[in-house]
């Protein structure tokens, strides 16, 4: 395979030397092709099914090996692909081996008999003298010849139609078939040779995303295709590299040269949308479920059941609920498409080749023909993904810029945008009769799926956005056992959510409902269950298992639950579940049969179930490759177990809310439950579909198992913790409330803008308010000033980080344009660079000191105190003659900053001449005698050029610096607290000089955490400064604390850390959710980690507000190694934190923040205003 | 985004230039401009470990890495691992046990397996557990691939004492050792 093409049809159709089977060869070169034996001896099979992850390319591969009695490593599967493979329709239910492989073994027999034939006319042997083995044809009589393959169809095309009658080879003399085969792909896969649809790269290539519409994972409704109002393409005009953005309806995607900015791009492109439309509440879907207009199909009515339910003598009615559950590939969908005038090329991971091909030709308005499909290998998918969709998304945007478009969808769109597997409603009615037996079984299920249309089809508008209605709710919806009186119902409906089918579609509900239901019953009838079932299960291979099964797994009968009692907080239980997987459309088909006994611990005091062991008996017929068979069985275990213990969507009700692994936990392996496989040999019985059975049981043998622990029995998924505890609790306790924190933050104490102005006005009396300007001077040249001056000015500007508020908007020194929103409106920092109009370029040395000290700008006016100049004040003269001559000699910027327009009445300057008045202390900075000169230096760096406490300092009314106690006690800036520097500090290890100078020098401080924000940027800034300067202010900073050192910092951080530990089972309990989120978001790196320090140890999980956990989460944080670099320091950790603005919803990132405050600051009170919290940091721009 | 600016990379013992924004995502750096099919994206969060690379021996996110914070680090992908002519030991364990089913988490299993034996020589089922608790397979191979961790221990192990002596039993001699 060239290019990642395979060879087409056309090529085999018209090749000299060939053998090829055909479905028919009447239809000329349209025949579809199942077998081709070449020149070379080796034989390529084609197959219309795909494989999923499963393996079925090598089960496929020996299907046609043995039919053949061609060494294994000669047969070469070609799957899917639609310029060669037949149309077998999507790759669903299991039906691969059952199914589309029957023609293929046909095929294979066919060619068999043709070669042998050949063969005999060839050397004029009698055909019952030929042998064939490995590939070669011999006679039995030891004639010194033998014939190849090769040797047989060089110099002539032969094409044959499959030949019904060709004999099969006998079951009894198969030696491929049923032996364990290593799969075909692996070493490439386990060294990274193999090319998955991800992977695949044409010449030309560019890169693609798309730009879903904020209604989620819905896909009907008048709204779709509809709600796109407009595009800001000037949104994105600052990115270089975008090739196109591109909209058809509610389509939008962008196309770009790289990667990485495409990603820019699509995030940034500015969309507006109408408001998507409120559907019913998703997460308890029982209610939605029963709303969603319906269409009841009655497949099955024997007996009289309504008579047997009036005459229960024990009825039990029971309703079970199933969650709408993900797919959740691993690898979210990809695809690659090239449009030109010869036609459309896809590459493609998809599960139906040809249905695809026939919506992209209505989606392009293209013939079929024209269109190929590569279909390449992709993430395991378990049912449809989003793999179609994001197929037809190159396929737009190759066409609209006329190239190749590789498209990836983002994680956020693959949980967003699949179709779901659907939620389930199932009733039962029924009870016991006098003799305790199944009364009657009255069984009814909803089920909302549908085939989900392909995306793109129907935000461009090409289909109607309409909900339609498949009837796929009856898999196994008819019960295994022989009830009397037995009604099944299946209420088709339309979806209310995207969805699709997922593994095990709807039996896997409807055996949850069926499987529990006996289990209720046999338990009121006071019966072991697996006796009970025994009574009314007459298939006997089912009994075969079931019996096999019990023995394996050791089953001792009982007839109450809490016999295997419990050790410490937990309860031991288990389980037992039956079911053979009826699949495809009513009355279906058999798939294997599976029955499992699960062992459950459930601790009592968290809610937590624990499947600890799952032996699981399988039927599967004939194995065709029986390593294969039980890594299908482990599989459908884990995968299902997943389900049942944690997998949930979450909705709004707009949208999908769940869009990463933390809102949508996976199982685990620390949680993979020990397994023991039962593989009851059939070699002599037809094979069975063997790729969903396992899952059918898992639900109701783990409910079962739980009941089996603890008497309660749950009736909906999933599992989890919090749903077991309130069950065992009787009711959910709430969280306790924790004391409203005390300290406020300056501008949440409600300003009055009318107190504000009569406290100014009554100032503005006692100070003038007017300052005459400074006139304008040339520009000085830069040779006035020695090297030592400009020095000296380059690390007085690195003290005062002055480059951190005064950069450019693209990074351009000193240029200015920076917002600051402070409570009185939007500051914009100015540029100070030394250009004469729109900087400070005309500035005499009075008029620069003037605005250092003083605050008033060259022409007089009144600066706002954004800029600290109130710590300015008290700077040496030589440091702000050094720093006037190293700024004028920067470059300069013609530029004009925005301008600071505070709304009225902050907007009147003048007032700032009173507030001067009341905060303004112009005095330098005083020597310490009885300190050393260190210590001056320090305080001198702090409080004067660093003025640190301009961001650490809490703020007044008036927004000036609190005096006393509250200074360098901490504030805000930025949208950032500013943590305090001295003893109220409230990190759980006390600062000292060290960790100060750490923090100062490199960013991190082991026991503190790492600077982010602007912090990060003013360390950063100061990487110039000597060693001895950024020792000196840790040395002062340190003295803040002086009476109130910390006793021993690394028995404060061991105790912080000891105490995060014991916390885990209360924060888990205070936030279920929460815990979730971080152990499937954040604990990959946040915990056992050697590099990166515990949580404990961050200062901003101790703080008083969540301002700056809640700033980490939103904007993420940069790898500490960029920082280091910058600051000429080693640090190892290069992982970044990732930003989660688009990925976690505001009550996800909320139950996070509760969780992490519960767990790694669990002696501070809760956070109680985390919402006003988010509002300010979300509102903030840096 | 910022600029794009050149940077040398060391990448499985070769040095590779690259120009490109600094933010950009390691793994796109990876798989775009080098060609390297390894390093798999699968939620660009740092959760999944689809994107796992060795970066001076220790298994990071590539999704999670800034190309300007890599420096002169040493990076690993699956590719320079082991060729399947020359199987690392963690490779050719995961083959024998057959321990992929889509295999699209597979280069993370691997990577992260072999981190773990780099601090790690002898993990027992605990430490496996911990070391792959952040890597996610949808398709359950779970037993399969721990499987394979164990029995690369074992190979590992037999590695080790091929190369400390010269008549040591080779590699593939070791396979037979029992992990």
């Not at chain 1, 044959?160 to 364990?180: C, M, N, R």
């Not at chain 2, 499987?147 to 037999?158: D, N």
Request: proline fraction near 7%; include cysteine; charged fraction near 20%.
């Amino acid at each position: 395979m060239t290019d990642h093409r395979q060879t087409p049809k056309s090529a085999y159709m018209s090749s000299g030397d060939m053998l090829l089977i055909v479905n028919d060869a009447l239809l000329g070169d349209a025949a579809e092709l199942y077998i081709a034996v070449g020149l070379d001896s080796r034989v390529t099979a084609f197959n219309g099914h795909v494989d999923l992850g499963t393996g079925i390319r090598t089960s496929l591969a020996q299907i046609v090996a043995e039919e053949l009695n061609v060494p294994f490593e000669h047969v070469d599967m070609v799957l899917g692909t639609t310029s060669v493979a037949p149309n077998q329709g999507a790759t669903i239910a299991s039906e691969t081996i059952q199914i589309t492989a029957l023609p293929l073994r046909q095929a294979a027999a066919t060619a068999r008999q043709h070669l042998l034939a050949m063969a005999a006319e060839k050397v004029g042997v009698p055909l019952d003298r030929l042998r064939l083995e490995d590939g070669i044809i011999r006679a039995d009589g030891g004639e010194n010849w033998q014939l190849s393959f090769g040797d047989i169809v060089a110099g002539s095309h032969v094409r044959l139609s499959i030949d019904s009658h060709a004999a099969l080879k006998p079951a009894s003399d198969y030696t491929l078939v049923g032996s364990s085969r290593p799969r075909v792909d692996i070493p490439d896969k386990a060294t990274g040779r193999w090319t998955y649809v991800h992977d695949v790269r044409v010449p030309g290539m560019l890169h693609g995303r798309v730009v879903l519409p904020p209604y989620a994972g819905f896909d009907h409704g008048d709204h779709v295709g509809k709600s796109l109002i407009s595009i800001d393409d000037a949104s994105v005009a600052h990115i270089s590299g975008i090739v196109s953005v591109v909209a058809i309806g509610d389509f939008v995607g962008v196309v770009a040269t790289r990667e990485e900015i495409a990603i820019e791009a699509a995030k940034s492109l500015k969309v507006v949308w109408r408001a998507p439309p409120e559907w019913p509440d998703l997460n308890m879907p029982e209610k939605a479920l029963r709303a969603n207009p319906s269409t009841p199909r009655k497949l099955a009515d024997r007996g009289n059941v309504d008579m047997a339910l009036a005459g229960s003598t024990q009825p039990m009615n029971r309703t079970y609920v199933w969650p709408y559950q993900m797919h959740g590939s691993i690898g979210p969908s990809c695809a690659v498409a090239d449009y030109n005038e010869d036609g459309l090329t896809v590459w493609s991971g998809t599960q139906n080749p040809f249905p695809m091909r026939r919506d992209l030709a209505l989606l392009l308005d293209m013939p079929e023909e024209m269109i190929r499909v590569e279909r390449m290998e992709a993430a395991g998918c378990y049912g449809r993904n989003c793999a179609d969709d994001v197929t037809a998304d190159a396929a737009l945007l190759s066409r609209a810029v006329k190239a190749p478009v590789r498209v990836q969808l983002t994680r956020e769109q693959e949980h967003a945008w699949e179709p779901k597997g659907a939620a389930q409603i199932m009733d039962v009615r029924g009870g016991l009769d006098l003799e305790g037996g199944p009364s009657a079984y009255d069984f009814e299920t909803r089920y909302p799926s549908n085939l989900a249309p392909t995306l793109p089809l129907i935000l461009t508008g090409k289909v109607p956005p309409v909900s339609d209605v498949v009837q796929m709710g009856d898999r196994t919806a008819i019960p295994p056992y022989a009830y009397g009186n037995l009604r099944v119902t299946v209420h088709d409906m339309p979806p209310i959510a995207r969805a699709s089918w997922f593994r095990g579609v709807s039996a896997m509900p409807n055996t949850f409902a069926h499987e529990c239901y006996v289990d209720e019953l046999a338990a009121a009838a006071g019966v072991d269950p697996v006796e009970y079932r025994l009574r009314y299960l007459h298939d006997p291979r089912a009994v075969d298992l079931v019996n096999a099964l019990t023995e394996r797994a050791k089953w001792v009968p009982h007839t109450t639950w809490g016999t295997l009692g419990g050790e410490g907080d937990l309860f031991y239980g288990r389980g037992f579940a039956y079911a053979v997987y009826v699949h495809g459309p009513f009355p279906g088909k058999a798939a294997a049969w599976a029955a499992w006994v699960a062992d459950v611990a459930v601790n009592k005091k968290t809610g937590e179930i624990a499947v600890t062991k799952v032996t699981c008996a399988q039927d599967s017929g004939m194995m065709i490759n029986p390593d294969g068979v039980r890594h299908q069985i482990h599989g459908n275990i884990i995968q299902s177990t997943s389900r049942v213990l944690k997998e949930k969507v979450e909705f709004s009700s707009t949208a999908v809310q769940s869009k990463e692994w933390g809102g949508y936990p996976l199982i685990t392996f620390p949680e993979v439950p020990a397994i023991d496989v039962l593989m009851v040999p059939r070699q002599d019985e037809p094979p069975l579909g063997v790729g969903e059975s396992a899952s059918v049981p898992s639900a109701s043998a783990i409910a079962n198992a739980v009941y089996d622990a603890t008497g309660i029995r749950f009736r909906e998924l999933p599992l989890t913790p919090e749903l077991v505890l309130a069950a065992l609790n009787g009711k959910m306790d709430e969280p306790p409330a924790a004391p409203p924190a005390k300290k406020r933050n300056w501008w949440s104490i409600g300003l009055s803008a009318v107190g504000a102005v009569a406290a100014l006005s009554g100032i503005v009396t006692m100070a003038s308010p007017w300052r005459p300007a400074i006139g304008t001077i040339q520009r000085p040249n830069a040779d006035v000033y020695s090297t030592a001056t400009i020095e000296r000015g380059r690390l007085a500007a690195a003290a005062g980080a002055c480059n951190v508020c005064h950069v450019g908007n693209d990074g351009t020194p000193f240029a200015g344009g920076r917002r600051f929103d402070t409570p009185f409106g939007a500051v914009y920092a100015t540029n100070i660079s030394p250009d004469a109009q729109s900087g400070i370029g005309a500035w005499s040395y009075p008029a620069f000191e003037r605005a250092m000290r003083a605050g008033v700008s060259r022409d007089g006016h009144h600066l706002y105190p954004a800029h600290p100049y109130t710590s300015f004040a008290g700077a040496d003269d030589a440091d702000l003659q050094a720093l006037y001559a190293y700024m004028m000699t920067q470059a300069p910027v013609d530029e004009k900053a925005p301008e600071t327009k505070l709304k009225f009445p902050y907007s009147i300057r003048a007032m700032m001449a009173g507030w001067n008045a009341l905060f303004l202390k112009a005095e330098p900075f005083q020597y310490v005698e009885t300190r050393n000169a260190t210590w001056n230096r320090g305080a001198y760096l702090v409080e004067t050029l660093g003025h640190c406490s301009a961001c650490h300092t809490d703020r007044n009314l008036l927004g000036a610096e609190k005096s006393g106690s509250a200074r360098l006690s901490g504030g805000f800036a930025d949208g950032w607290e500013a943590p305090a520097l001295n003893a109220f500090a409230k990190g759980p290890v006390g600062w000292t000089a060290d960790a100060f100078y750490d923090y100062l020098r490199t960013g991190h401080a082991r026991d503190h955490g790492s600077a982010v924000g602007p912090m990060a940027h003013v360390v950063e800034a100061m990487q110039p400064l000597p060693d001895s300067d950024i020792r000196a202010m840790a040395s002062y900073l340190a003295s803040l604390n002086e009476g109130k050192e910390p006793a021993d910092p690394s028995a404060q951080s061991e105790a912080a850390i000891a105490a995060s530990d014991e916390a885990k089972v209360s924060a888990a309990l205070i936030s279920p959710k929460g815990e979730r989120i971080f152990n499937g978001a954040c604990a990959t790196c946040h915990t056992g980690n050697t590099i990166l320090s515990s949580l404990a140890l961050n200062s901003n999980l101790h703080a008083v507000t969540p301002d700056n956990l809640l700033q980490a989460i939103l904007n993420g944080v940069e790898a500490p190694a960029i920082l280091a670099q910058t600051t000429g320091r080693e640090a190892p950790e290069v992982m970044s934190m990732p930003a989660f603005r688009e990925t976690l919803n505001e009550s996800q990132i909320k139950d996070l923040a509760d969780y992490l405050r519960a767990r790694f600051a669990p002696d501070k009170p809760a956070w109680t205003e985390t919402t006003k919290a988010m509002e300010r940091v979300t509102a903030a721009s840096y | 985004m910022t600029l794009p600016v050149c940077f040398s990379l060391n990448v499985n013992d070769a040095v590779e230039s690259v120009e490109a924004s600094p933010e950009t995502p390691l793994l796109y750096i990876l798989r775009n401009d080098l060609s390297l099919n390894g390093p798999k994206y699968g939620c660009g969060l740092g959760e999944c470990g689809a994107c796992a690379i060795l970066v001076d021996g220790r298994a990071v996110r590539s999704c999670t890495v800034p190309l300007g914070a890599i420096g002169t680090r040493r990076i690993t992908t699956l590719e320079g691992l082991g060729t399947p002519e020359y199987l690392h030991p963690v490779q050719e364990a995961f083959i024998d046990e057959a321990a992929a089913q889509c295999g699209y988490c597979l280069n993370g299993m691997i990577i992260a397996t072999a981190a773990l034996l780099n601090r790690n020589a002898n993990p027992d089922e605990d430490a496996i557990r911990e070391a792959l608790r952040h890597h996610l397979c949808r398709c359950g191979t779970h037993m399969e691939i721990l499987a394979a961790a164990r029995r690369a221990v074992a190979y590992a192990k037999a590695e080790r004492t091929y190369r400390s002596t010269p008549d040591g039993v080779s590699p593939k001699a070791a396979k037979e050792v029992s992990p």
